[in-house]
């Protein structure tokens, strides 16, 4: 089991992307591509397909409680059956791990999107974890189209079982468990940070402001799928330098390692700006 601290990571799903990994990433280069496949070599399929887990973390609390953050893609009925490889092994996972999901209190989205929300419902549509509440940023329900299947899915049915609890900004979820806004992937994204003590490093876990190795190359690459790229890249590179700062490893949801380390053994290759000249080579 992979685990930092009282941070455990918990392997919902594996599969190919429906694009190839240099569709999925325009204007990454030969150097950022080499770099990434030494970053997270399990990402890189045949015949340029990329290949991505789909992970939540689970965060230990006193009494035998715990935070779920994210919900993976979900059980053969979810939303994310329409590109993910559903069902996800949540359940297992959570076994496997000793967790039982009537003792999560709390489920940490770090968006809406139906990769990430899956197991909020379970197969009868009901809240899988029937004791928790459900914490999403206000600003992604807003943005949310009524028309998205996300909606059926997991907010109507969470917002009529009292479970739905939206937050505005940075949210101090509980000691040593604080929300952040990173906004760009969509409009209400939020990441986490994991304060530990007793020696164990910190830990971000990312959402999906970083989902290839390619962006820990450089930061400026842009992902194909990002509601605003600008955004996007600014909460990238906020997010990547605390965890700099701060000596965390970031907990990823779609590297196929669940651990990275946020910095890197060369300098990046920057993105030349208005046709600025590129790095030599
Ligand atoms: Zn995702």
Known sequence: MDQQGQVVALLDA???????ARTAFPGAEEADWARASLLDPGA????????LDF??????????????????VGPAASPAAAWAPVPGRLPAALAEAGIDRA?????VLTHLHEDHAGWTSGAAGEPYFPAARYVVQRA????????????????????????????????????????LPTPGHTPGHQSVL?????GARD?????????????LADPAIPYSHERDRAAARASREALLARAVERN?????????????????????????????VGPAG
């Not at 594996?14 to 190839?20: K, L, V, W, Y």
């Not at 994991?194 to 007793?198: A, K, L, P, S």
């Open 44 to 51: 890189a399929g045949p015949e340029g397909t990329w290949v």
């Open 203 to 215: 830990v971000l876990v990312t959402g999906d402001v970083l989902v290839h190795a390619v962006q």
């Open 14 to 20: 594996t599969g190919s992307f429906f694009e190839t």
């Open 103 to 107: 003792r999560v209190e709390a489920v």
């Open 194 to 198: 994991v304060e530990q003590g007793d």
């Open 140 to 179: 992604e329900v807003a943005a949310l189209e009524r028309a998205d299947p996300v909606w059926d899915w997991t907010v109507a049915p969470l917002r009529a079982a009292g479970q739905l609890h939206e937050v505005e900004g940075t949210h101090r979820l509980f000691p040593g468990i604080t929300l």
């Open 248 to 276: 965390a490893l970031l907990g990823t949801a779609h590297l196929t390692r669940a651990f990275v380390e946020p910095g890197q053994d060369a300098p990046p290759v920057r993105r030349p700006l208005d046709g600025g």
């Open 55 to 72: 992970r939540c973390f689970a965060i230990a609390r006193p009494g035998g409680r715990w935070v779920l953050v994210d919900a993976g």
